[in-house]
């Protein structure tokens, strides 16, 4: 069973633009969340979709957003991206809310 | 206090020998405890999920879970070169969805 794919990998980008990134989750998994890994604040957790629906936000300001597609394809956006948004952002892929999650490869985002 | 806590390490420990990681958290309703693996460059890899007081062999590893000390252990018998990597180690509240909490992570790394 192919696992979580992430895209794009890498991702160069300066202060003020704005980004989207992809995860395609595991075949028949319904639950997508989101992370950010930095060396400072290690992993912590932005969102999760489940059936299309945001269930629970971390404490991210409003320029971090995203939305599930009815196939359970999620993207994320990052708008006015500041320095400190560089960063490895993380898809984790469950069955469901409660389940265990696998994640994708990341996409490493720099803001220059 | 932080929610989740990891001793950062590194631990080193020689080949062939019991590596042990620990961790401890701070929501007593917390119900899911997972250990995830990170190579340098790599997203996290679940290697272990315990849900239940006590212990779960798989393999090599032995997750450990004591719910009144708020603790939770990961043992790696006959530790290899590979096993060289950072452990995270996760906890989730069923009401919180599938928010993972992470520790810091611990650096192991292991001599041959």
């Known amino acids: 069973k192919a696992g979580v794919t992430q895209t794009p990998r890498y991702l160069i980008k300066t202060r003020g633009q704005q980004v989207t990134l992809s995860c395609s989750p595991i075949?028949?998994?319904?639950?997508v969340s989101w992370y950010q890994q930095t060396p400072g604040q290690g992993l912590q957790f932005l969102f999760e979709?489940?059936?299309?629906?945001?269930?629970n936000k971390g404490n991210f300001p409003g320029r971090f957003s995203g939305r599930q597609f009815s196939n359970s394809r999620s993207e994320m956006n990052v708008s006015t991206l500041e320095l400190g948004d560089s960063a490895l952002y993380l898809c984790?892929?469950?069955?469901?809310?409660?389940?265990?999650?696998?994640f994708g490869p990341g996409t490493r985002l720099t803001v220059l | 206090q932080k929610e989740v806590e990891q001793n950062s390490g590194p631990l080193s420990v020689p080949e062939g020998a019991i590596a042990s990681l620990n961790c401890t958290y701070s929501?007593?309703?917390?119900?899911?405890f997972f250990w995830y693996r990170q190579y340098s460059g790599k997203s996290p890899e679940l290697i272990m999920s315990?849900?239940?007081?006590g212990d779960k062999e798989d393999g090599r590893f032995t997750a450990q879970l004591n719910t009144a000390s708020q603790y939770v252990s990961l043992l790696i018998r006959d530790s290899q070169p590979s096993d060289s990597a950072t452990y995270l180690c996760?906890?989730?509240?069923?009401?919180?969805?599938?928010?993972?909490?992470f520790g810091a992570g611990t650096i192991l790394r292991v001599k041959s």
């Open positions: 929501d007593r309703v917390s119900q899911s």
């Open positions: 075949s028949g998994h319904r639950s």
């Open positions: 996760a906890v989730m509240r069923s009401e919180y969805g599938n928010k993972l909490v």
């Open positions: 979709y489940f059936s299309e629906t945001q269930r």
């Open positions: 315990i849900y239940s007081n």
């Open positions: 984790a892929s469950s069955l469901g809310p409660g389940n265990e999650q696998f």
